[in-house]
């Protein structure tokens, strides 16, 4: 089938630097709020909806990972890694060694590789032929929502527990909203499959040779955007009007709404990888936690100059 070459131009490597860049600035004003240099609203907010680009990128390019790599194994293994060490981060900004009485940065912060980690081990388990192992695909998704309910609990209706750094790092980071995105995006996917399916009669040779084209590409990310529009709308319903006792305590959905921003760049994706190596991908991996921790320390530094 010709291709009508859609204009796709944003690699793999591209869309993880917006999304890292797009995650600093988020947590640069978590920091500058947490050491009462912003006060909420007006730059804070500003700061804040930039930084929701980040979140749905990071678990579209987990599912487009997952999918493609070579070895799921190992993938798996670094996510957990990951998840372990910025456990320990959690930990170290957390500890009542650093109790100097500011709002504490990363309390009921959650960590975001325990939400990488436990969609992935959705999508594996639910991807084995064994039908058994493929129903434990339930076990991860009933960690977050477990989690999330904890969490929520936790901030907004029980008191606070001096204990609480010891498990801040267990948290999923974005609960519902990341376990949404990432059946979204597969609800996208599913959707345009089936949409190809029925244009192109089912017939397997067509078909095989249209997903190998960038309309095909174009047409998986219009649906993931289109997804998120959706996603949207519903997270801004909840935050106004689901009259959820102390909601925003627990999670802004409101501004949640921006992940729609994130979509706008992945409508651009064009499926390839752009610069990869493995000295980058330990690069992008090793980012995460050696920019909370170089924040938080230039933040602790000034507080006592």
Do not use: C, W
């Amino acid at each position: 089938m010709e291709d009508n070459k859609k204009k796709i131009y944003l690699s793999n490597f591209v869309l993880k630097i917006i999304a890292i860049i797009s995650m600093t600035i988020d947590h640069l004003a978590v920091f500058l709020y947490s050491f009462n240099y912003i006060n909420d609203g007006g730059l804070y907010d500003f700061l804040r909806v930039i930084g929701r680009i980040a979140l749905p990128i990071f678990i579209f390019l987990l599912i487009e990972g997952l999918r493609n790599t070579k070895n799921i194994h190992k993938y798996m293994l670094r996510l957990g890694i990951m998840a372990a060490l910025i456990y320990i981060a959690i930990l170290f900004i957390n500890s009542p060694l650093f109790n100097i009485g500011i709002n504490a940065p990363l309390d009921r912060f959650g960590n975001i590789f325990i939400d990488l980690f436990m969609l992935a081990l959705t999508y594996y388990l639910f991807t084995r032929k064994n039908k058994i192992i493929k129903t434990l695909s339930i076990l991860p998704i009933l960690y977050i929502i477990g989690m999330s309910l904890v969490k929520y609990f936790s901030i907004s209706l029980i008191p606070f527990n001096q204990f609480h750094y010891l498990y801040d790092g267990l948290y999923p980071q974005y609960d519902f909203i990341s376990l949404t995105i990432f059946l979204g995006i597969f609800l996208g996917y599913f959707l345009t499959d089936k949409y190809v399916n029925y244009v192109l009669k089912n017939d397997k040779t067509i078909i095989e040779n249209y997903k190998k084209t960038s309309s095909y590409q174009f047409n998986k990310n219009a649906s993931v955007l289109l997804v998120f529009i959706i996603l949207s709308v519903i997270y801004y319903l909840i935050g106004k009007y689901s009259g959820i006792p102390n909601l925003n305590a627990y999670m802004n959905y409101e501004i949640e709404t921006y992940i729609v921003l994130g979509g706008l760049f992945i409508l651009f994706y064009s499926g390839k990888l752009g610069l990869n190596n493995k000295y980058i991908q330990g690069a992008f991996y090793l980012y995460y936690p050696l920019h909370i921790v170089i924040i938080f320390l230039i933040f602790l530094v000034i507080s006592y100059i």
